[in-house]
T-cell receptor, first 114, second 115 residues
Framework: AQSVAQPEDQVNVAEGNPLTVKCTYS??????LFWYVQYPNRGLQFLLK??????LVKGSYGFEAEFNKSQTSFHLKKPSALVSDSALYFC????????????FGKGTRLSVIA | DAGVIQSPRHEVTEMGQEVTLRCKPISGHDYLFWYRQTMMRGLELLIY????????DSGMPEDRFSAKMPNASFSTLKIQPSEPRDSAVYFCASSLLGGDAGELFFGEGSRLTVL
């Protein structure tokens, strides 16, 4: 069975500093990995995904994530945080092969302080 | 495309009343998902459909919950009778699971408050 862990409920970072939101996963085969962001009173929005190829994936709003197979991690990063990045971030995984739904983590609330 | 459209955006009702939430998926998507989000339990998958057929409803909390997808462009989630513990935000999402890694597209959600 596939699963995702986001070990931090809350991450606080000062504006302009780099940010990291952690995610680890467990699958039986190879993973498809995703990050989604949720702003207040909105639905989840797709940020980026890893399917295959380069381990460093670049996505929307300057975010990137690094796939690390040996550590089964897919941490979300941004070199310089903005106050507008404050939101709830979800990591999700889907096992390959198989038409199974995405499994989401519990979410990490990012707070960027001016 | 307008994206996934959900209605109503907000619903306040009294315990015991029937609630119907509606969803229009993105045209051409063959999978539709209903999720529930609460502070306590996070994001929970309730049920999903493939080509209008329910595939897995194991996440539906109890018999008071039912979901239908009569055609490719419309789905409903019904709660009858509603209870205060059903208060949550309900999201609909659609995807082409067989293509593009099954990326989900979410609606804006329906916030349900049961008094």
């Amino acid at each position: 069975a596939q699963s995702v862990a986001q070990p931090e409920d809350q991450v606080n970072v000062a504006e302009g500093n780099p940010l990291t939101v952690k995610c680890t996963y467990s699958v039986s085969g190879n993973p498809y990995l995703f990050w989604y962001v949720q702003y207040p009173n909105r639905g989840l929005q797709f940020l980026l995904k890893y399917i295959t190829g380069d381990n460093l994936v670049k996505g929307s709003y300057g975010f990137e994530a690094e796939f690390n197979k040996s550590q089964t991690s897919f941490h979300l990063k941004k070199p310089s945080a903005l106050v507008s990045d404050s939101a709830l971030y979800f990591c999700a995984v889907r096992d390959i092969p198989g038409n199974t739904p995405l499994v989401f983590g519990k979410g990490t609330r990012l707070s960027v302080i001016a | 495309d307008a994206g996934v459209i959900q209605s109503p955006r907000h619903e306040v009702t009294e315990m015991g009343q029937e609630v119907t939430l509606r969803c229009k998926p993105i045209s051409g998507h063959d999978y539709l998902f209903w999720y529930r989000q609460t502070m306590m339990r996070g994001l929970e998958l309730l049920i999903y459909f493939n080509n209008n057929v329910p595939i897995d409803d194991s996440g539906m909390p109890e018999d008071r919950f039912s979901a239908k997808m009569p055609n490719a462009s419309f789905s409903t989630l019904k709660i009858q009778p509603s209870e205060p513990r059903d208060s949550a935000v309900y999201f609909c999402a659609s995807s082409l699971l067989g293509g593009d890694a099954g990326e989900l597209f979410f609606g804006e959600g329906s916030r349900l408050t049961v008094l």
